[in-house]
C-alpha cells in the first residue's frame, strides 16, 4: 500500500527523533573513554589496515566509516531494495554531526576523569539509550543505520530474533575489527551483549507506540 505524503514525512520525523536519542546515547558511550562501538572498531581495524597501505591525505577514519556504510546499503541494494529507504541515508548523513554537537554540549563534565565503576554505568546508560533510540528508527520503517542494516536483514531473511542476530554481528565486527587492527575496551563488549537484548526488548514496545501515533495522526 502506498503512503501519503503526510505519512511519510510522519516517518522520517519519527526516525530523526530516534536517531538523535540513539546518537546521544552514543555520546555517553563515547565520553565514558572505555572503547569504541563494535562496528566502529571495525571501522578503525579497516583504517588502520588501509593505513598501513597507503600514505594518502584522503584517507581518514570518518571517510572509511561512510566508505563501509555505503558498501553496506550498495550489498542490501543488490539482495533486496525494499530495506534502503530515504531514513538510511538520512541515519548515515546525519549522525556524526549529531554526536558532535551532543560532544560538545556535555564534554565538559569530564567524564574521562569518572572513577572507573562511574564510567561503566555511564557506559551502560549509554548503551541503553542507544538501543532505544536505535529501536525508534528501525521501527518507524523509514529506514535503517547502514550498520544496523545488516541485523535487521539477517533476523528477517533467517527469521531469527533481532536479539541474538545483534549480538552476533556485533561479536562479528568486534572480532574482525581486532584482526584488522582495531582496538578495544571493556565497553566495547558490555556494548557487544547489552545492546541487542535491549533492543529486542524495546523493538515491540515502540512497535505499538508508533503505529499508535501513526493512527492518531492519520485519523
Avoid: W
Wanted: charged residues 10%; aromatic residues 10%; glycine residues 10%.
Amino acid at each position: 500500500m502506498k503512503r501519503s505524503i503526510k505519512e511519510t514525512l510522519a516517518r522520517v520525523v519519527i526516525l530523526f527523533i530516534g536517531l538523535t536519542i540513539a546518537h546521544l546515547g552514543v555520546t555517553f558511550f563515547l565520553l565514558a573513554d572505555l572503547g569504541a562501538d563494535p562496528f566502529n572498531v571495525l571501522v578503525q581495524g579497516v583504517f588502520r589496515t588501509l593505513l598501513a597501505f597507503t600514505a594518502s591525505p584522503l584517507l581518514t577514519h570518518g571517510r572509511t566509516h561512510i566508505a563501509i556504510c555505503f558498501l553496506i546499503i550498495l550489498v542490501l541494494l543488490i539482495i533486496d531494495r525494499s530495506y534502503i529507504k530515504i531514513g538510511t541515508l538520512l541515519c548515515m548523513i546525519c549522525g556524526g554531526p549529531i554526536i558532535d554537537v551532543f560532544t560538545s554540549l556535555l564534554g565538559g563534565f569530564h567524564f574521562e576523569n569518572f572513577p572507573l565503576p562511574q564510567k561503566i554505568l555511564l557506559l551502560t546508560l549509554g548503551c541503553c539509550i542507544l538501543a532505544y533510540g536505535m529501536t525508534i528508527v528501525i521501527q518507524s520503517d523509514a529506514g535503517t543505520g547502514p550498520n544496523d542494516l545488516v541485523a535487521v536483514v539477517i533476523s528477517d531473511k533467517t527469521h531469527k530474533k533481532f536479539n541474538i542476530v545483534r549480538v552476533c554481528t556485533d561479536v562479528s565486527f568486534v572480532l574482525i575489527g581486532f584482526l584488522l587492527g582495531g582496538s578495544f575496551g571493556i565497553g566495547t563488549i558490555i556494548c557487544a551483549f547489552v545492546v541487542g537484548p535491549i533492543a529486542g526488548f524495546f523493538l515491540p514496545i515502540n512497535k505499538k507506540l508508533i503505529n499508535k501515533l501513526l493512527l492518531s495522526q492519520n485519523s
